[in-house]
């Protein structure tokens, strides 16, 4: 703590004189504002897009059409403006408000705007692969966390079975697959602001007031401060506004679903203005528990966040934003989905030892939406913080600082043998991370031929047990452990609440140094090199103590205690730095074609095991607490085209190879928490991309996206064996050209949109109707292949119908999964691989309507 301390004292006092200087000598300044209005009512145009030509600078009118912007440039310069359905439009201004009216179009689609690269751009400018959902579709196509968002992007893999246990992929690739172990770093970035999101929680919040979200894909370790070697949500929020605004949405839908949004913005002084925004969401549970005899996996989610915005002079704005998100639903229950013969003794099959002790699964069917769990359920997640961001003119850039905090707090309580037996009765694993982050970066246009960003970025993680995790066994626990035929594991009482207390305290610490410039060769020809240092150091504490049980010393008994929990206890510290980078060509023979090819290694930083370690022969495997960094190598080839003003369609074919994979294995020990991590030798992921969009006229509207990904172990010879093969003669297999986990050769996601002006209730605006489809085909849930962990492919179907009102106001009716379709979203093996698996259920089909009201 005192060293990260020192270093934003350190940055601060490099930072603020430049700030000083900014404001003491300002250049040439121009703050314009305005209106943007239809060419042929006269009524002003809610969120066109507002920037000038060739400058970072950019903005969204507001509910009013209105616009601000504050920049350094001398009057007079281009100003482009670009809405959905209207003909682009650039204009000379030279006076410090303006009003532009745009004409509508049946043969132009707009222009995307995106920041990823430090400015205002065109999305098919930029030799990125990259999606883009504006925050108005995703909140009409219901995608209200980053989990629906894959509905929309079909190279975009999310599975969580609970806050904690989230996983976030590009392309198959960014964290391990199945349950979290906290030793390893993400490798695909969250952003939201310019801060980075560490911890994979973040994905299971639900958005608050989001302008855009930018999905890039492949490694992007040149561009953002956190090394992404596998892509980067880049997520802005709706900003402070000196005009005084406020949107108001409620919903309600079956399962007495109820979501309320709200947001207000304004001034506060004449160079002070505000935003805050809320949002809250509940339903009632999707899954029956006839142990507690009410619905569970209900949705209980709470988020607030507050901006200022704070411009001491045309050259500075700085920016103080808060936010804090709560969730409490009841239980993240799973039901179990199926049992596998192992090739234990008989005995010890899953149907044996349920019929020993009596008990009968409530149901075979996990579609019918039936659990029997009877560990209590508690699913407390609290994410949340601050930060402060600084943006200065200075020169022909800007100069970025960004400081934040952030904390997460896991207090969890769940039933991880699945079913209404008292096997595994207490598991929670309460965690407490707490980070913080500055970066500094400059980026700007720095000559005719040259532009770039370069920064440095720290962080520094404290990640805890929070006081203690427990694990806790139960009266039924013998029988399941059971590996003999001896009558000692009768004795009475000798697992009831035998478990563990562990108390972990991870110390993280990162920085780099990157940089990536776009020198101009040509008109037709950029070149794009870039350059990145890591540095991270992890230093583990780790004690895990066992308690309970039958109080004995017998040996023999002792030793079968032993064999289902031991203390442990270990240290250990690891720092790794590295030098990666990129390179990209790419060549724009035309406005309507943008060809580029990438090369690009990177890693991923080194990983520690902080979930216990396995044993052999009693004794534990200390070696495996240090996981390999990933080396990544990276090929890319993309064409970026627009066929006609109506339409674009865009290509990506890519191959990406992984030394050292970081991989999350299962083991069969029950004391093994969240199982642990290894590193495959090699693994590979290749595949094409589709993209594109067409406007057929002032009507019709569509986009898709298809994505083929081909991902396989090209050499793992050290690999757990798969649940059906647990007690074999190995407790270890070669999966070498086996699939890698959570990857559908095939995912496609279209769209489409019918609008017509028309009036409702006197109010004039536009009617609409919507269809969103998403597909995938079949994939893996196990680390290894299995024939039986395999989730089929299906589809899902989203629709909406409405009525946008010119004033603000709009209504619509929607629905998701309409179709009513079964599926599952992960399969998970139940602690110790008894053969029985449970499954996370995909949502049944919901509907309702939504109120929205902008002024």
Do not use: C
Request: proline share 4%; charged share 20%; net charge positive.
């Amino acid at each position: 703590m005192k060293q990260i301390s020192k270093l934003f004292i350190l940055l601060t006092a490099l930072v603020l004189p430049l700030l000083a200087s900014a404001q003491d000598k300002p250049t040439i300044n121009a703050k314009i504002t305005g209106k943007v209005i239809d060419a042929k009512t006269n009524e002003f145009i809610i969120g066109a897009s507002v920037y000038i030509k060739g400058i970072t600078n950019g903005a969204s009118t507001d509910a009013n059409g209105e616009f601000s912007l504050i920049t350094a440039q001398k009057l007079p310069f281009t100003l482009v403006v670009s809405y959905v359905g209207y003909q682009k439009k650039e204009v000379i201004i030279n006076s410090n408000k303006v009003e532009i009216a745009i004409e509508e179009s049946t043969n132009e689609l707009t222009d995307v705007v995106v920041t990823s690269r430090r400015r205002q751009e065109s999305i098919q400018d930029i030799p990125i692969p990259i999606s883009v959902i504006r925050g108005a579709v995703a909140e009409d196509a219901g995608a209200f966390n980053p989990n629906r968002l894959k509905e929309l992007i079909p190279s975009v893999q999310l599975y969580s079975s609970n806050g904690r246990n989230t996983t976030l992929n590009i392309r198959g690739l960014g964290s391990s697959f199945g349950l979290t172990n906290d030793g390893i770093d993400p490798g695909v970035g969250f952003y939201v602001d310019g801060v980075y999101y560490a911890r994979p929680a973040a994905t299971a919040i639900d958005f608050v007031d989001v302008d855009r979200i930018e999905v890039l894909r492949g490694p992007q370790g040149t561009l953002f401060g956190k090394n992404t070697t596998a892509g980067a949500f880049n997520i802005t929020t709706r900003t402070p506004s000196f005009t005084p605004g406020a949107t108001f949405e409620a919903s309600y839908g079956n399962l007495n679903y109820i979501q309320v949004k709200t947001s207000v913005t304004g001034p506060i002084s004449k160079k002070l203005a505000a935003r805050v925004s809320f949002s809250g969401t509940q339903r009632d549970g999707t899954i029956f528990n006839t142990t507690t005899l009410k619905p569970t996996n209900t949705l209980n989610n709470l988020g607030f966040r507050a901006q200022l915005l704070y411009t001491p002079s045309e050259n500075v704005n700085i920016t103080f934003a808060g936010d804090n998100a709560r969730q409490r639903p009841d239980g993240n229950a799973t039901v179990v989905a199926g049992v596998v013969p192992t090739k234990r003794a008989a005995y010890r099959q899953f149907n044996a030892i349920i019929a020993d002790l009596g008990y009968k699964l409530p149901t075979t069917n996990p579609f019918d939406r039936i659990t029997d769990a009877d560990s209590p359920w508690r699913v407390n997640n609290d994410f949340g913080g601050a930060s402060i961001n600084v943006d200065a003119k200075i020169g022909k850039g800007t100069l970025t600082s960004t400081s934040a905090w952030r904390y997460w707090i896991w207090d969890p309580s769940n039933d991880r043998d699945f079913i209404g037996l008292p096997v595994l009765t207490k598991s929670q694993g309460n965690s407490r991370h707490d980070q913080w982050t500055q970066e500094i970066r400059y980026a700007g246009q720095f000559s005719e031929r040259l532009s770039g960003v370069f920064g440095v970025f720290l962080i520094d993680q404290i990640l805890t047990s929070d006081p203690v995790q427990t694990e806790e066994s139960g009266s039924a626990q013998w029988r399941f452990a059971q590996s003999s035929t001896s009558a000692l594991w009768k004795t009475p009482g000798l697992f009831d609440g035998f478990g563990t207390k562990t108390t972990s305290r991870l110390h993280t610490f990162g920085a780099a140094v990157f940089s990536q410039v776009d020198w101009k060769i040509s008109d037709k020809l950029h070149v794009l090199p870039g350059i990145r240092f890591n540095y991270d150091k992890k230093d583990v504490d780790y004690k895990r103590e066992t308690y309970g049980g039958l109080q004995t010393t017998d040996p023999a008994l002792i030793a079968l205690k032993n064999g289902l929990y031991t203390n442990q206890a270990f240290n250990f510290s690891v720092n790794e730095n590295n030098v990666s980078g990129q390179i990209t060509l790419a060549y724009k023979p035309s406005k309507t074609f943008n060809l580029f090819g990438t090369f690009a290694n990177s890693y991923k930083p080194v990983g520690v095991n902080l979930g216990g370690l396995p044993t052999a022969n009693g004794a534990v495997l200390l070696d495996l607490a240090r996981v390999n960094p990933e080396y990544v190598t990276h090929y890319e080839v993309g064409l970026k085209t627009k066929p006609s003003a109506q339409s674009t369609l865009n290509v990506t074919l890519y191959n990406t190879d992984i030394k050292d994979y970081q991989t999350q294995v299962q083991t069969a020990e029950v004391g093994v928490n969240r199982g642990y991590l290894a590193n495959a030798e090699k693994v590979r992921v290749q595949g094409i991309e589709l993209d594109g969009s067409i406007r057929l006229n002032s009507h019709f509207s569509f986009t898709g996206a298809l994505s083929y990904t081909d991902g396989i172990y090209v050499s793992f010879k050290n690999a757990p064996v798969p649940l059906e093969e647990t007690g074999g003669t190995s407790a270890f297999k070669d999966v070498s050209g086996g699939e890698l986990p959570g990857i559908s050769k095939w995912a496609g996601s279209l769209s489409g949109e019918y609008i017509n002006s028309g009036k409702f209730l006197s109010l004039k605006g536009n009617y609409f109707i919507g269809l969103d489809t998403y597909a995938r085909s079949t994939f893996s849930s196990s680390a290894s292949p299995s024939q039986y962990l395999n989730i089929a492919g299906y589809n899902l179907v989203n629709g909406r119908i409405g009525f946008r009102a010119s004033n603000g106001f709009s209504v619509l009716l929607w629905g998701r999964n309409i179709l009513d379709r079964n599926y599952f979203e992960q399969l998970l093996p139940a602690a110790g691989s008894a053969g029985h698996y449970a499954a996370v259920l995909g949502d049944p089909a919901t509907y309702g309507v939504t109120l929205r009201f902008t002024y």
